[in-house]
């Protein structure tokens, strides 16, 4: 089955509006990440979590790693959060960074 | 600062062609590096990584093939494309032993 899988795989919002990304995991992985990537392509990494809760400006992340669960957190949705959400996580704890990605979420802010 | 070159920013190629992609890492030392292959609209999917010069590991069987030739350059080719290549190619490294992996901006590939 799926190692990662994304909820939902689509979200449109209206802008000031939150979300929440939920990302699942078939085993008890460890450095679970999540990226963004611009419409255009560009991928940047949002966090590294791989338990707990971290915030960076108007995003959250939160892993519970017992229950194989994460979440992003996006509030006060701006149109420049537009783009693809993805979960990705490390199935091997090996040294070569094996990261399993999800499907993605894309999330659409309408003005 | 450290900056990560990928070239070129698009290709279009026939069936059949050879190809050659890079990947240029500047201001980091022994880098891990990474291939990753996307879909349109799909996900992300590891192809290939290298800890260090000269030894790459094989992630998924895609008829492609890397090398690192240099510490800072990563290089993915094919002598033979197929349509099924198309899609879009992007770069990483991270140091090791450090969290965050760090991606180029990309080669957009399209097979006729």
């Known amino acids: 089955g799926q190692q990662v899988q994304q909820s939902p795989a689509s979200l449109v919002l209206q802008e000031g509006e939150n979300a929440e990304l939920q990302c699942n995991f078939s085993s008890t992985a460890t450095r679970l990440q999540w990226f963004y990537q611009h419409p255009g392509g560009r991928l940047v990494s949002l966090f590294y979590?791989?338990?707990g809760t971290k915030h960076t400006g108007r995003l959250t992340s939160t892993t519970v790693t017992n229950e194989r669960r994460g979440s992003l957190h996006i509030s006060s949705s701006q149109t420049t959060d537009s783009g693809t959400y993805f979960c990705a996580i490390d199935l091997t704890n090996s040294a070569g960074n094996k990261l399993t990605f999800g499907i993605g979420t894309r999330v659409l802010v309408r003005p | 600062a450290q900056t990560i070159h990928q070239w070129p920013v698009a290709e279009i190629k026939a069936v059949g062609s050879p190809l050659s992609l890079g990947c240029t890492i500047k201001?980091?030392?022994?880098?891990?590096l990474y291939w990753y292959w996307q879909a349109t609209g799909g996900t992300l999917q590891q192809l290939f990584y290298?800890?260090?010069?000269?030894?790459v590991e094989s992630v998924v069987q895609l008829n492609l093939s890397a090398s690192r030739p240099k510490d800072d350059q990563f290089i993915l080719s094919t002598e033979k494309l197929l349509l099924s290549h198309s899609g879009f190619y992007l770069c990483?490294?991270?140091?090791?032993?450090?969290?965050?992996?760090?991606f180029g901006s990309g080669t957009r590939l399209t097979v006729l």
């Open positions: 201001g980091k030392s022994s880098p891990n």
């Open positions: 290298s800890i260090t010069v000269g030894q």
């Open positions: 979590n791989p338990s």
């Open positions: 990483a490294w991270i140091q090791g032993g450090a969290e965050t992996l760090y």
